[in-house]
């Protein structure tokens, strides 16, 4: 089944410094692709998806790419903040299963001011 | 307002013992999952139910039932209960099941058996 590893498992930035997290997955059918952010003792925040017809996408300070070639998604927070401190997961949906999200391990993410 | 319900936010429980854990969304979903969170493994899917049907089960053990007494309602009855099954417990939810449709997830329920 799909497998997900993500690097690196933590991080420690200053304020206004950019983290740069990447997942490798190996099913070629996977689909679609989010990160999510999860404070302590929180639930999973959704950041951004992004479909395989897209290879990148920015919000509000964060941005995706997408390399299908090398099935690698990473994300790229700029001007990182003390508030950006928290863990954060890829997370794919392969295409033969495209109802189960198939998680990285975590960045746990330190910004400090 | 929170629009994906867990209850309770915290439940100990001995071994051997059996628990419900609640899961209720205002979104209009009408697909809703279970995945678990552990400090062995990453987060992990165990069900998913579409129109109150299960569309997939992924655990190995029957000791984990989910029931969906409304669309809105996906609960997770836990019985004869191990130190193993100790972890957070995310309900949740999309649109539809499947394709596209992102899932939002829950506070979590953090289970601890001792």
């Known amino acids: 089944g799909e497998q997900v590893e993500q690097r690196p498992p933590h991080l420690s930035v200053r304020e206004g410094d950019s983290a740069f997290i990447i997942c490798t997955y190996t099913?070629?059918?996977?689909?679609?692709f989010y990160w999510y952010k999860q404070e302590p003792g929180a639930g999973l925040q959704l950041l951004m998806s992004?479909?395989?017809?897209?290879d990148r996408k920015e919000e509000q300070g964060l941005t995706v790419l997408l390399n299908k070639k090398d099935k690698q998604l990473s994300l790229n927070l700029t001007a990182a903040h003390p508030g950006d401190s928290a863990v954060y997961f890829c997370?794919?949906?392969?295409?033969?299963?495209?109802?189960?999200?198939?998680f990285g391990k975590g960045t746990l993410l330190t910004v400090t001011p | 307002d929170p629009k994906i319900i867990q209850k309770p936010k915290y439940l100990v429980a001995v071994t051997g013992s059996e628990k419900i854990l609640i899961c209720e969304q205002y979104?209009?979903?009408?697909?809703m999952y279970w995945y678990r969170q552990s400090a062995k493994k990453p987060l992990e899917f165990m069900f998913s139910?579409?129109?109150?049907?299960?569309?997939d089960n992924q655990t190995a053990s029957s000791r984990f039932q989910p029931q969906s007494s409304k669309k809105n309602h996906l609960d997770l009855q836990i019985t004869a209960l191990k130190p193993d099954d100790s972890a957070t417990y995310f309900c949740?939810?999309?649109?539809?099941?499947?394709?596209?449709?992102?899932?939002?997830f829950g506070p979590g329920t953090r289970l601890l058996v001792l």
């Open positions: 949740a939810s999309s649109l539809d099941w499947g394709g596209q449709d992102t899932q939002y």
């Open positions: 099913d070629s059918a996977t689909a679609y």
């Open positions: 992004v479909f395989s017809n897209v």
């Open positions: 997370a794919v949906k392969s295409g033969g299963s495209n109802y189960k999200l198939t």
């Open positions: 979104l209009g979903h009408n697909a």
């Open positions: 139910y579409s129109y109150q049907k299960l569309m």
